[in-house]
């Protein structure tokens, strides 16, 4: 009864591509140097700094790396 009140009349939203990667991240206490490492970039790429901040998009590649990394499924990051 509840559960059918909450979904009529307070739906959730999807959660978005970066909200899913911060949790994720902020879950396992990772920080943007650690996102570096599993996407296989340098230190200093701005690729990163750009995602995190919702400037750049996740693309199909990188969403495929993060989720074997989190084994979740990788369409959540696109």
């Avoid at 991240?25 to 650690?34: H, L, N």
């Avoid at 995190?52 to 790396?65: F, H, P, R, T």
């Amino acid at each position: 009864m509840v559960e059918k009140y909450e979904t009529e009349n307070h739906p959730l939203e999807p959660a978005k591509p970066l909200q899913v990667l911060q949790h994720l991240m902020e879950e396992r206490g990772m920080d943007e140097a650690d996102l570096l490492n599993i996407l296989g970039l340098k230190e200093g790429d701005q690729e990163v700094n750009a995602i995190l901040q919702g400037d750049c998009n996740i693309n199909a590649e990188q969403a495929e790396v993060l989720g074997k990394y989190f084994h979740v499924p990788s369409k959540l990051f696109v």
